[in-house]
């Protein structure tokens, strides 16, 4: 008569207790031996067919040194003051500085511009952009390790391609570090360069009004002391225009108690007292002009628009230089560490890990197989248990 594996009648070894002995473990092995070893044998099959199938896939790898920012003084001072002040420092956002550039790694404009640049709708066979961007974005992989460096991984089944894409990541990101302002010191050289673009155009605004009043009424002669007045008056203008530039835009970084900009504040008090007894003097000293000493008088007016812009465009170059120095010693540059190589070797399908996959699940089919197949038996010699079952299917097959 065949043993079952439930059927055990030794009543005072381990199995009475409800656990498996060795022997038990290899009467089962022993019985089930051809499905142990065929049904594995077929999965394992089946596995290395199917890593064959797999199209292969390579990855590259770039790494990035992001800018390495200073300690704003505000952190510096938090940090010095322990752990309360550290987290209200951590509450007010003061992050890890790399999820700034893995943002802009993963952002829209950048996968646009590739997407473009190498035709992955065609590539990744896709008429959607936003289709495309995601099939990228599954592709790519970008993190921060802890030393500091920002890693960039694309997969691809053309491994030039691979390479291509990961070192794509690291020129878009140069690119968009060139166009936004994204240091303190380049906020700053963006605001000057707006200004001083702003003050180049009504520059060459005034000095066009300036020649067309000369050809319409030709050169006028201005004393030389009016001259110096127009001069100095235009000269306090721009410092004032100036001035009340620097003073807004250190605003935007700086306490009101900040030193310097208490310094700055005063100098446009003085430029402002300054000019306005300057123009007051000259009002009082007014007399009745005749039309040509009008006509002086609006070229003088001119005069003074151009020279006040001119000494304003000046004033804004020096601060403008100021900035981009400032930005130059910011040391946000990013740099690429290791730029991608051509892989030599596939990344996936790795055919170890799914013939070992096939193998294991195929075992563990065996093994449920084999434990259904004593449960049946156990369970047809019981007339007990033959007679619930029967009763169970009666009552299931009935409406």
Not at 104 to 120: G, H
Not at 182 to 190: D, I
């Amino acid at each position: 008569m065949e043993e079952t594996f439930y059927n055990s009648s030794a009543s005072d070894g381990p199995s009475a207790h409800g656990e498996l002995n060795l022997f038990e473990c290899l009467i089962f092995f022993a019985k089930y031996k051809k499905s142990v070893a065929l049904i594995p044998a077929i999965f394992a099959i089946a596995a290395v067919a199917l890593s064959f199938a797999l199209p292969p896939a390579f990855k590259a790898n770039t790494k990035i040194l992001p800018p390495q920012q200073a300690q704003s003084g505000a952190a510096a001072l938090l940090a010095q003051l322990g752990g309360v002040a550290g987290a209200a420092a951590g509450a007010a956002g003061i992050k890890n500085p790399n999820d700034l550039y893995i943002g802009m790694l993963k952002s829209r404009n950048v996968a646009d511009n590739l997407i473009r640049r190498f035709d992955l709708k065609a590539v990744y066979d896709e008429t959607l952009t936003e289709k495309t961007r995601k099939e990228l974005e599954a592709k790519t992989s970008i993190s921060s390790g802890k030393d500091g460096l920002i890693s960039i991984d694309v997969e691809d089944v053309d491994p030039k391609r691979a390479t291509a894409l990961a070192n794509g990541y690291a020129e878009e990101l140069l690119r968009l570090t060139k166009v936004l302002a994204v240091t303190e010191a380049a906020q700053r050289r963006v605001f000057f360069e707006t200004q001083l673009n702003n003050s180049k155009n009504n520059l060459a605004n005034a000095e066009a009004s300036l020649k067309r009043a000369l050809n319409a009424g030709g050169v006028i002669s201005v004393d030389s002391e009016s001259r110096g007045v127009v001069e100095v008056i235009a000269r306090l203008r721009a410092q004032i225009a100036a001035k009340e530039i620097q003073v807004r835009a250190m605003g935007a970084f700086v306490t009101g108690n900040n030193q310097d900009l208490k310094r700055a504040s005063e100098e446009l008090s003085s430029a402002r007292t300054e000019l306005a007894r300057l123009e007051n003097g000259r009002h009082g000293t007014d007399v009745t002009a005749t039309d040509n000493d009008k006509v002086g008088l609006d070229s003088m007016k001119l005069l003074r628009d151009v020279k006040y812009h001119q000494m304003l465009y000046e004033l804004l170059s020096k601060q403008y230089e100021v900035a981009r120095l400032d930005e130059a010693k910011d040391s946000s540059i990013v740099q690429v560490l290791d730029p991608a190589q051509v892989p030599e070797r596939k990344f996936k399908p790795k055919r170890g890990l799914i013939l070992a996959g096939g193998l294991f699940l195929g075992f563990v089919l065996s093994i449920l197989r084999g434990i259904i197949l004593e449960m049946r038996a156990g369970i047809a010699s019981d007339p007990v248990r033959a007679e619930q079952i029967s009763r169970l299917r009666f009552y299931l097959k009935r409406r």
